[in-house]
């Protein structure tokens, strides 16, 4: 299957001569919906039908990677069982690897709660934990639903009977003792008991959060709306320390979690900075930018982290939508190989290559080693065929089975093979994807706009 798109340039708002906090609301943009005017109508004002007609670019695109001549052969290890998906990313460093999965049928549907809609988007990745799947829908709604069966085991509701604020953001994380955390877009952080719902202990972290929390050491780490890294003990709630990023001109829906292995903490943020923190302290190892230099005004001038980092060995992996894709020393920061790429999706790293998907809606094979271009598949830009519907944002890739898979905003599911990059399936959603799409017990799970959790196996 082919398809020939025009190209499309997503583009996002400057931030408003206003205070820092209301500005940053104001201006907030669904990182899982980066696609362009039709996804900010659909959050600042009464959804609509797009205009008829063509759509044609007006801003240009990022810089274009080469594909390798003669690029070396990609494999990667065989498929293993991943019993847990038990925070952002799987794991604190968010590498996974080849996940086994048998095959690829709907089995059930569950409701999360609240779907997507005005003023509230579902932010949060589900979690895979104790044979559970916990979900956070967009009003903060904590539900946990049976791996095999989509039976509902229980449901927390976070906002309490006094609070009328509206939620935007947050997400979740579980450790190994048994305990979930929340974090919500109201400015909480909650431990619930993992089987039961049942509150263990509750703070206020002073400002809303739009990352899930990582987990790592007895400590939680997590990212605020003012571009802050703070951690907490897990135990009680009890903040530990907090470092302070540069401010970013446009605040985005969704911050990245961080990553952690070693004893380092590594955060990405709306500004381009990515930062090596001790896990221990919250002291600075050492600080990078990815930030834009291009000059243009286009998505490549907003610069966030809105991708995972993701972390192998004593390499970090962070790409940004200024148009960097690097790799890092995990000690040191310093830069092994950089490639002139922008995307906001979470780089997927698989023995020694990593697929990512690029601001353009392109998916892209770049080897771990030295950033060479095996393969790069251009995916549909508009939801309808000759530039017309919305612009297209595709969420992922993740591999399950020995197939990458990506979800739209436009209600489909697309799996790529991973060696050539050739399309091989395409499917509809009962909707639009709100989140990238996570594996685990051999099942795939999809959360779509309509607040339906899909499992697929």
């Known amino acids: 299957m082919t398809f020939r798109i025009r190209p499309a340039h997503p583009y996002a ?24 005017c039709s996804m900010l109508d659909s959050w600042f004002a009464a959804d609509k039908p797009p205009l008829p007609g063509r759509r044609e670019t007006v801003l240009p695109l990022s810089d274009v990677l080469p594909v390798a001549s003669s690029p070396p052969a990609i494999a990667f290890p065989t498929d293993a069982p991943l019993q847990n998906w038990s925070q952002p990313g799987a794991n604190p460093a968010h590498h996974v690897d080849n996940v086994a999965i048998k095959g690829m049928t709907e089995v059930w549907t569950a409701q999360v709660g609240s779907g997507s809609g005005y003023r509230q988007k579902i932010t949060s990745t589900p979690i895979v934990k104790y044979n559970l799947v916990y979900t956070i829908d967009s009003n903060a709604l904590v539900r946990a639903f049976d791996v095999k069966t989509g039976a509902m085991a229980w ?14 953001g947050g997400g979740l994380t579980s450790d190994d003792t048994g305990t979930l955390y929340a974090v919500t877009g109201r400015g909480d952080l909650i431990a619930l008991d ?77 500004s381009g900075d990515v930062i090596g923190l001790r896990a221990a302290t919250g ?64 780089p997927w790293l698989a023995g020694d290559w990593l697929f990512a998907t690029l601001t353009s809606q392109q998916v892209i094979a770049i080897s771990r080693n030295d950033g060479v271009v095996a393969w790069e598949t251009q995916l549909p830009r508009w939801s309808k065929a000759n ?42 959603l009962s909707d639009a994807a709100a989140v990238p799409p996570i594996v685990a017990q051999g099942t795939v799970f999809v959360i779509t706009a309509d607040g339906l959790l899909h499992a697929y196996r």
Do not use: C
Not at 155 to 168: A, G, H, K, L, Y
Not at 202 to 227: C, D, H, M, N, W
């Open 194 to 270: 993992a089987a039961k719902g049942r509150q263990k202990w509750r703070v206020k972290i002073g400002v809303p959060s739009r990352s899930s929390p990582t987990y790592a050491e007895g400590k939680l780490f997590l990212t605020t709306l003012e571009q802050q890294i703070v951690a907490f003990d897990a135990s009680n709630g009890k903040k530990l320390w907090s470092h302070q990023a540069s401010e970013a001109d446009t605040s985005l829906l969704g911050d990245p979690a961080p990553a952690y292995a070693d004893g380092l903490v590594i955060g990405g943020f709306g």
């Open 387 to 428: 530039n017309r519907g919305e612009r297209a944002q595709w969420f992922g890739p993740i591999m399950a089975g020995y197939r990458l898979v990506l979800v739209s905003n436009y209600g489909k599911m697309i799996t790529l093979n991973p060696v050539s990059g050739k399309i091989s399936s395409v499917r509809d």
């Open 13 to 36: 708002r400057n931030k408003a001569p206003t205070g820092k906090r209301s500005a940053m609301a104001l201006l907030a943009l669904s990182t899982v919906s980066l696609g362009g």
């Open 283 to 346: 002291s600075v190892v050492w600080t990078d930018s990815i930030a834009s230099a291009s000059g243009r005004t286009s998505l490549s001038d907003l610069s966030a982290v809105t991708g995972l980092p993701v972390i192998d060995g004593n390499q970090v992996y962070v790409i940004g939508l200024g148009g960097q894709f690097v790799s890092l020393d995990l000690r040191t920061g310093r830069r092994l190989w950089e490639r002139p790429a922008g995307g906001g999706q979470t």
């Open 155 to 168: 449901e927390f509701v976070t906002q309490q009977e006094d609070d009328r604020s509206t939620n935007i």
